[in-house]
Structure formats: C-alpha cells, structure tokens
C-alpha cells in the first residue's frame, strides 16, 4: 500500500520494519511503470477524497508505538509532495556533480539554451 493510499483509506499506518518490502524494480522500464501505476492510483484516491477527511486525524506508528498524528492534509503534504521535492533536489545535486546538465523541473535551468 502506497501512502497516500494508507493516508485517506486508513486511520492510520503501523508499520513493522522487519516485513518491509521495498520496491526492487529489475529494469527502468519496470521502475517507470510502477510510478506511473501509483500516480493513476494516487489520483483515483484523492478523487474519492472528501473535503472534510482532509482535517480528520491520521497517525503513523512503528510497532505500535505512534510517532505521531496530525490532520490528513498535513500529513499527505508532508510525505508526499514535500517528500518528492526534497529528492528532486537531491538529484538535481547529484547531476551538476556528475557534470550532466539538469533538465527543468518548474520551467528552464541555467543548463537549458534561453
């Protein structure tokens, strides 16, 4: 289950760190095609969303001992949106290290001809 999935169909997520299973995708073609599967799917749960669940309360916890609880909207911000952003950054670090020009994310980069 994905987050934002476990964010708006659950109370909340318990996670158990010793039966995680992270996405080991053998090609790029097969890693792109589960992104894409989890945008559509992502999109069809937040269709489904009511604008009052946005402010209900979801907790995640680890074994049972939560971590927190904070109003859905927060929440899906917070480990979705904030969450890919953080690593558009990281990559876009890794590459100018790599010397390979940065494609534009939210419009042209200094890499891109103007």
Same mark, same amino acid.
């Given at each position: 289950?994905?987050?934002?999935?476990?964010?708006?169909?659950?109370?909340?997520?318990? !996670?158990?760190?010793?039966?995680?299973?992270?996405c080991r995708?053998?090609?790029?073609?097969?890693? !792109?095609?589960?992104?894409?599967?989890?945008?559509?799917?992502?999109?069809?749960?937040?269709?489904?969303?009511?604008?009052?669940?946005?402010?209900?309360?979801?907790? !995640?916890?680890?074994?049972?001992?939560?971590?927190?609880?904070?109003?859905?909207?927060?929440?899906?911000?917070?480990?979705?949106?904030?969450? !890919?952003i953080h690593?558009?950054?990281?990559?876009?670090?890794?590459?100018?290290l790599l010397?390979?020009?940065?494609?534009?994310?939210?419009?042209?980069?200094?890499?891109?001809?103007?």
């Amino acid at each position: 289950m994905r987050w934002t999935e476990a964010i708006f169909t659950r109370d909340e997520l318990d !996670l158990d760190p010793a039966t995680f299973e992270p996405c080991r995708a053998a090609s790029v073609p097969e890693l !792109l095609s589960t992104f894409d599967a989890d945008v559509a799917r992502c999109g069809q749960v937040l269709a489904l969303v009511a604008e009052d669940d946005l402010g209900r309360p979801w907790r !995640l916890k680890v074994k049972g001992r939560q971590l927190f609880e904070r109003p859905r909207a927060a929440v899906f911000r917070d480990l979705t949106l904030s969450h !890919l952003i953080h690593h558009r950054g990281q990559l876009s670090v890794y590459l100018r290290l790599l010397e390979v020009p940065v494609p534009g994310s939210y419009g042209p980069t200094a890499d891109e001809p103007g």
